[in-house]
Nanobody, 127 residues
């Protein structure tokens, strides 16, 4: 069973930066497409960012493009989400997810595509 553990969420002010981490245990990390999603209170979970195997491609939701950056460390089995210029509307629980059995250049942006999920980490941005 693959386990994903997110960390790094906290209360910050608008304009601040924050880096989330997601450590993956079990399985072959470099075979996974990794994604970040978020869910604000009372809203559906939504796509934030994804990174392909080997990190050759990345993709972002329009709402975070230019402010967030996703990266991966295939030695540490960890995926990161660097969040800059945070806004109050970025407040949500952030989840990382892993997709197995993909081709090298494929990205996935839909929840149903992912096989494993972490428990989430809370990010709160005050105005």
């Amino acid at each position: 069973q693959v386990h994903l553990v997110e960390s790094g969420g906290e209360l910050v002010q608008a304009g601040d930066s924050l880096r989330l981490s997601c450590a993956v245990s079990e399985g072959t990390f470099n075979n996974y497409v990794m994604g970040w999603f978020r869910q604000a209170a009372g809203k559906e979970r939504e796509f934030v960012a994804a990174i392909s195997r080997l990190g050759v491609r990345t993709g972002y939701a329009d709402s975070v493009k230019g402010r967030f950056g996703i990266s991966r460390d295939d030695v540490q089995n960890t995926v990161y989400l660097q969040m800059n210029s945070l806004k109050p509307e970025d407040t949500a629980v952030y989840y990382c997810a892993a997709k197995t059995g993909s081709f090298f250049y494929t990205l996935y942006t839909h929840l149903v595509d992912y096989d494993y999920w972490g428990q989430g980490t809370q990010v709160t941005v005050s105005s």
